[in-house]
């Protein structure tokens, strides 16, 4: 479950897929400031609009530390 607060920004970016069931599919952004994270959701709406697919979310705090070693 995905708790949203004031610190969160939500970008929703709809495309469409000629060739792939002609069905529109919804890549969501979510950057949350708070505890530095960006998540990244890339949904697969058929033809009962039911989403199929989350991809990753990735913390910052923790990438930084790795390229500081």
Do not use: A, E, G
Request: with cysteine; net charge positive.
């Amino acid at each position: 479950m995905i708790k949203f607060n004031c610190y969160d920004i939500i970008i929703t970016i709809p495309f469409y897929i000629r060739d792939w069931h002609n069905t529109f599919h919804f890549i969501t952004l979510i950057f949350n400031f708070s505890n530095l994270k960006i998540s990244l959701f890339l949904h697969f709406f058929n033809s009962l609009l039911k989403p199929c697919m989350f991809i990753f979310t990735s913390n910052i705090k923790k990438r930084k530390q790795f390229l500081l070693r």
